[in-house]
């Protein structure tokens, strides 16, 4: 039996990156109904922007000039909204990512130097909330998702990026100390910033609305209704990983008999406060 489970383990580990490789096409699943389970994945980063920028603009066709808050900014702004008019309100805890937002990148309208976890934002006045890789950094990331909702107006869209806590890579980031992060960053992926005030990486807690059950839930508890849920699969990000991580995450996947995924590693939603 423990022979048995062992080759088994063996195969999901050397043979799953070849498998998904080979069934790329199929993974990405444009079934409505299939949507009910299974979790559709991404082409590219370009299919992904796009997506977004076209939920923004059409929301721009129907209400005029938008109101747009990037809660948890950092240094950049990834989208390209041209044609629409819209006002950008960046929110950030990190002074230092901050002052890089204002001197060199100043792409901002107004910017606001706070803790979206109690930073005080007029209700029900932004037309859009961008989030992107912020609330697995947050200890109390519902009650930032409760403030997306009280700061929405009614018919708006949140757009929230983040690694899903019941990925394999999730794990394994819940589960290594902050200063690994740091020399993976900046030694493994070689990013001479890694660690500096105002460049991440950022600490973690990854509380349990960082997943795609939380997050669910989370939606339906509150009246949020899911527009979009897609994964990132892992061939979309593979090429920039050491083939290091590679194999560890497999091994988790294979170790947690699967119940933590490896056929994604990020989540990204777009949200409708109904
Ligand atoms: C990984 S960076 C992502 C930055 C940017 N959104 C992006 O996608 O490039 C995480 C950002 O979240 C910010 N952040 C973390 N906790 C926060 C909090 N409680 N309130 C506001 N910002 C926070 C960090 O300061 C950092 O700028």
């Keep these: 039996m423990a022979n048995l489970l062992s080759l088994y383990l063996w195969g999901e580990i050397v043979f799953s990156p070849f498998a998904l490789r080979r069934n790329k096409e199929k993974l990405i699943n444009p079934d409505p109904l299939l949507f009910l389970i299974m979790l559709r994945l991404l082409e590219s980063y370009d299919f992904e922007k796009q997506m977004l920028e076209r939920y923004i603009k059409d929301n721009a066709a129907k209400n005029g000039a938008l109101k747009i808050l990037e809660a948890g900014c950092g240094q950049a702004w990834g989208l390209n909204l041209e044609g629409i008019t819209y006002h950008l309100t960046g929110v950030d805890v990190d002074r230092h990512a901050l002052e890089i937002r204002k001197f060199k990148t100043k792409d901002l309208d107004e910017i606001i130097e706070g803790d979206l976890c109690n930073v005080n934002l007029n209700e029900n006045h932004y037309d859009v909330i961008y989030n992107s890789y912020v609330l697995e950094h947050i200890q109390g990331a519902e009650t930032v998702m409760k ?43 070689g990013d001479p910033n890694a660690g500096k005030p105002g460049f991440a990486p950022y600490r973690v807690f990854y509380d349990r609305v960082v997943s795609r059950e939380g997050m669910r839930e989370f939606c339906d508890r509150h009246n949020l209704k899911i527009r979009e849920e897609w994964g990132h699969p892992y061939p979309m990000d593979w090429d920039s990983y050491p083939a290091l991580l590679k194999i560890a995450c497999r091994t988790v996947y294979a170790l947690s008999l699967g119940r933590l995924a490896h056929g994604h590693n990020n989540l990204t939603y777009i949200l409708e406060k109904t």
């Excluded at 899903?164 to 980031?173: I, K, N, P, V, W």
Aim: glycine share 6%.
């Design 147 to 189: 403030n997306f909702h009280k700061w929405l107006k009614p018919g708006g869209i949140a757009i929230l990026r983040f690694p899903d806590r019941q990925s394999a890579y999730g794990f394994m980031t819940r589960l290594t100390p902050f200063w690994f992060h740091v020399f993976f960053k900046k030694i493994m992926m």
